[in-house]
């Protein structure tokens, strides 16, 4: 199993922890949860910014945002030590075999997706898991002084927008307003909402291929992906195709890493980034778009909405 797919399998377990499976699925899976999290905890040992990563995901469990980022800091030790990998695959697939057809965790009460559609075509996926809706993160307990541009950019929604650009600096909001409008927005999006942190601002932005498949995976998280992006791409659509899912992809780099994952007319998008580009085929409602001299790199307030042909 890859490192990306085996740290999506193992970070629930790890984030959650021993004593809140073992409630829900017996003592002896929890010790074996107890194990994997000891085996992470001794890897991450001595990396501060690993160990933190850890801490907070313990602390909010149910934050994907969290998650999300403990299965980047556990794919890169994956792979950087095939002992390591090799004992928490072993581990991993102990617990999905002790779990047989059950859920990870007890998910009475809580909204789960289904029914299932084929996503796959000709390419063998395994049988979906049910799986939780995934949620974004809430926005700051202090987050005030945005109440018209949210208003506006929530009027757009009502307009038929699809597609919300926030543009601008670092440090002044973009994703906090993108979380606010998340929430005031999931009542219209019943499936999901799924972050993909773009990492457009480090040295190696995420690749649209790597993206796709995070999104893939939230659903199918046992799911053996194809290596070719073109193949990818047509099960990302697919997925898509019949579910409602609010995209937010963070810190986006280009029009280049975006346009591949601009999902069907069912979903939306809303895309941060502190470089300006327009993705082809959108037409805009109104000036100041984020476009090549379109619009001014000051706040998210000068972002606009955009509605796609046939919405």
Do not use: W
């Not at 629930?12 to 003592?27: C, I, L, M, N, T």
């Not at 002896?28 to 910014?49: M, T």
């Not at 063998?124 to 541009?149: M, S, W």
């Not at 476009?291 to 790199?297: I, M, N, R, V």
């Amino acid at each position: 199993m890859d490192p990306l797919t085996l740290a999506a399998i193992a970070a629930p377990f790890v984030a959650k922890g021993a004593e809140a499976f073992s409630k829900s699925a017996g003592e002896k899976l929890g010790a074996k949860v107890g194990e994997l999290c000891q085996a992470v905890i001794d890897k991450f040992r001595g990396d501060s910014d690993a160990e933190e990563t850890l801490a907070l995901a313990q602390k909010r469990p149910d934050s994907k945002g969290r998650q999300n980022a403990l299965e980047e800091v556990l794919a890169e030790k994956l792979e950087d030590d095939p002992d390591f990998a090799s004992k928490v695959q072993r581990l991993v697939d102990e617990l999905q075999k002790g779990c047989g057809s059950r859920t990870a965790f007890d998910q009475r009460g809580q909204k789960v997706i289904g029914p299932q559609i084929n996503v796959a075509g000709d390419v063998n996926l395994p049988p979906p898991p049910q799986v939780l809706v995934p949620h974004l993160p809430a926005p700051p307990r202090d987050f005030t002084g945005r109440d018209e541009e949210l208003k506006d950019l929530l009027a757009d929604f009502d307009r038929g927008a699809t597609i919300t650009g926030l543009l601008g600096m670092g440090g002044i909001g973009k994703t906090a307003l993108a979380y606010a409008m998340a929430e005031k927005l999931a009542g219209c999006y019943p499936d999901g909402q799924v972050l993909v942190e773009l990492r457009g601002t480090s040295p190696e932005p995420m690749t649209p291929a790597d993206a796709m498949a995070k999104v893939v995976r939230i659903y199918y998280p046992v799911a053996k992906l194809p290596e070719s992006e073109a193949e990818l791409a047509r099960i990302y659509h697919s997925l898509l195709h019949d579910l409602r899912v609010l995209l937010l992809l963070d810190n986006a780099a280009s029009r280049e890493q975006v346009e591949p994952l601009l999902p069907p007319l069912s979903c939306a998008v809303i895309v941060t980034s502190r470089n300006r580009f327009f993705p082809a085929g959108i037409e805009a409602n109104g000036p100041g778009c984020p476009a090549p001299g379109g619009c001014q790199e000051a706040a998210p307030r000068n972002s606009r909405s955009h509605r796609r042909p046939g919405r």
